[in-house]
């Protein structure tokens, strides 16, 4: 049989010890190790079990990779919900920016969007009734502004001329109707009050004057009465 240099046989030993040498090399070990005290030594070495600071290295480089692996899981659903918060955020701005564009009077209306009529009660108040021309119904409001003539009255509906949120009409609006029997201090205090803006502005008082507006008809003045 073969004898085998001692350092080749320690390098054979883990094979040897785990059962995964050939035939000839573990007979080639075997018949060295019947001489060799230092190799044997070496092969009872590796059935001894781990010395106390090894298995406590052991048992810490497994608990830091425990701890990596919950840090990672929990970075994992940070980012999740950083995802979701961020997308929703992002929803819900943009719902609030269509709900802004398309339901918010924010601009002028053009007076060519809905007819007016001014008039005079006999309790000598104004009435003003306007109704939009087909297909410019919009949601919109009464806004005011002072101009270098006076205190204006005018309509305002939003950026976006478009129905939404809005599934049976009933809320759409088509026209409205304001009465005044009185005017505040402010617009007063501006010397006329109109309604509209610009060269259509429709003049409703002015100071040391009287405004010549039609007299209101029969229905009008019924729907101005007070309830009885």
Excluded at 72 to 95: H, P, S
Excluded at 144 to 159: M, N, Q, S, T, V
Excluded at 179 to 194: K, N
């Amino acid at each position: 049989m073969d004898h085998l240099d001692h350092d080749i046989v320690q390098d054979l030993l883990p094979l040897y010890h785990d059962g995964v040498c050939s035939e000839k090399s573990r007979a080639a070990v075997e018949e060295h190790l019947k001489t060799c005290e230092d190799c044997r030594a070496a092969l009872a070495a590796m059935d001894a079990p781990l010395p106390e600071a090894k298995r406590e290295v052991a048992a810490d480089d497994a608990a830091a990779v425990q701890k990596i692996s919950e840090e990672w899981k929990k970075t994992k659903w940070k980012a999740r919900l950083k995802g979701a918060a961020i997308a929703a955020a992002v929803c819900a701005v943009l719902v609030f920016g269509i709900w802004v564009l398309t339901s918010e009077p924010i601009i002028p209306m053009d007076s060519q969007d809905y007819t007016v009529d001014v008039y005079r009660l006999k309790n000598g108040g104004v009435g003003i009734d306007w109704a939009f021309r087909e297909g410019r119904e919009v949601w919109y409001a009464v806004s005011w502004k002072i101009e270098e003539d006076g205190y204006h009255y005018y309509l305002e509906r939003p950026l976006i001329r478009v129905e939404l949120f809005n599934f049976d009409n009933k809320n759409y609006n088509r026209g409205g109707s304001a009465m005044f029997e009185s005017w505040s201090d402010a617009a007063m205090e501006t010397g006329a009050i109109y309604f509209g803006l610009g060269k259509d502005s429709i003049l409703l008082w002015k100071e040391g004057e009287e405004v010549d507006l039609p007299a209101a008809t029969a229905v009008q003045e019924e729907a101005w009465a007070p309830a009885e």
